[in-house]
């Protein structure tokens, strides 16, 4: 009879934590199936907007068009592989527009960051004046569309109307030709700084606003000075955005399109291939070439991600370097 009554309130308490369990196990998936649910509309138009002209790009680049009876048979649609791939890593302009935008992001996207660096760091100070106003004055050409951009500076910059060429005219220096085959490069990458360092100013301003104030306090306390505390203490907490910021103009150096195609009118030293996206443009609308057109955005993509990833995995791990260890 002891046992028997004994085995009961054991069996009893058995059951008590697989009740219990139950409940939590609902919540999490309720929880999971939210959390899917506000995922659903961003994932929906990323695939949208990237999965599927990528995918379109590439289903492109493997077929051609064969027209028959001089155009008036019809089309058909003829698998031809990897013979496009092969057309544009054969070609020099392709091999010639890619070390051409490397060459010029190893100078563009120094100059880029450190200027939105310093710029962010002034903003941050403590003797910053009227820091909305600069804040806007620095973000402004960013919102000026890139043909428009491109446009404006052209005028600054075509020989005969440039006042920079009469300045350096009048101070002796004879004639500056902006858009020519030695300046044109620097020009346009002129143009994309007065763009895009506004905009990767103020993503880093906005992680510099992110450090708590302790910290800076802290510091001060210390003896620190302004420029120690900019050097020592902000900037390296906001590395982070600062990997960010020149990954994105990583990404932007090589997708170069719009500066040079309206620079293209006034000079001479840029042909219809002078970077991969032009030459993508003039196989699709200028030889009605798409099967090409798409094999070159494609491998374009291919070497962006390739340049993204191996950034990101050296500057993951110069910060496992340089992070300290354990204990000490």
């Not at 995922?39 to 138009?45: E, I, Q, R, S, T």
């Not at 379109?56 to 592989?81: D, E, I, P």
């Not at 527009?97 to 996207?109: D, I, N, P, S």
Request: proline fraction near 6%.
């Amino acid at each position: 009879m002891t046992s028997t009554i004994d085995s009961a309130p054991r069996a009893h308490r058995r059951e008590e934590p697989m009740r219990s369990r139950s409940p939590r196990r609902r919540r999490t998936s309720r929880g999971v199936l939210t959390a899917y649910g506000f995922l659903a509309p961003f994932a929906v138009v990323f695939a949208a907007l990237f999965f599927l002209p990528l995918g379109y790009a590439v289903y492109t680049s493997l077929f051609r068009q064969t027209f028959s009876g001089l155009g008036y048979g019809g089309s058909t649609l003829k698998f031809v592989g990897l013979s496009s791939y092969v057309t544009v890593f054969t070609t020099p302009d392709f091999y010639n527009g890619v070390l051409r935008l490397l060459t010029f992001g190893v100078v563009e996207v120094p100059l880029m960051l450190g200027l939105a660096i310093v710029l962010a760091l002034l903003l941050d100070s403590r003797l910053a004046v009227m820091k909305r106003l600069f804040r806007a004055v620095y973000v402004m050409p960013y919102t000026v569309p890139g043909v428009i951009a491109a446009l404006l500076w052209g005028f600054l910059y075509q020989p005969g109307l440039s006042p920079i060429d009469s300045a350096t005219r009048a101070m002796g220096f004879g004639e500056v030709n902006l858009v020519g085959a030695n300046l044109v490069l620097p020009s346009i990458g002129n143009i994309m700084i007065w763009a895009g360092a506004g905009f990767n100013m103020l993503i880093i301003y906005a992680a510099l606003q992110a450090i708590p104030a302790s910290v800076i306090e802290a510091a001060r306390m210390d003896g620190a000075g302004e420029i120690t505390i900019a050097l020592r203490v902000k900037l390296p907490i906001v590395v982070p955005a600062v990997v960010m910021t020149c990954l994105f103009t990583i990404i932007g150096t090589l997708q170069l399109f719009n500066e040079p195609i309206v620079l293209a009118d006034i000079s001479n030293a840029i042909g219809t291939n002078y970077t991969p996206n032009m030459m993508a443009y003039n196989a699709a609308y200028g030889n009605n070439d798409e099967p090409l057109a798409a094999a070159i955005s494609v491998s374009l993509a291919l070497i962006a991600f390739v340049l993204s990833f191996g950034f990101l995995r050296l500057t993951s791990r110069a910060a496992g370097l340089s992070a300290p260890k354990e204990g000490s």
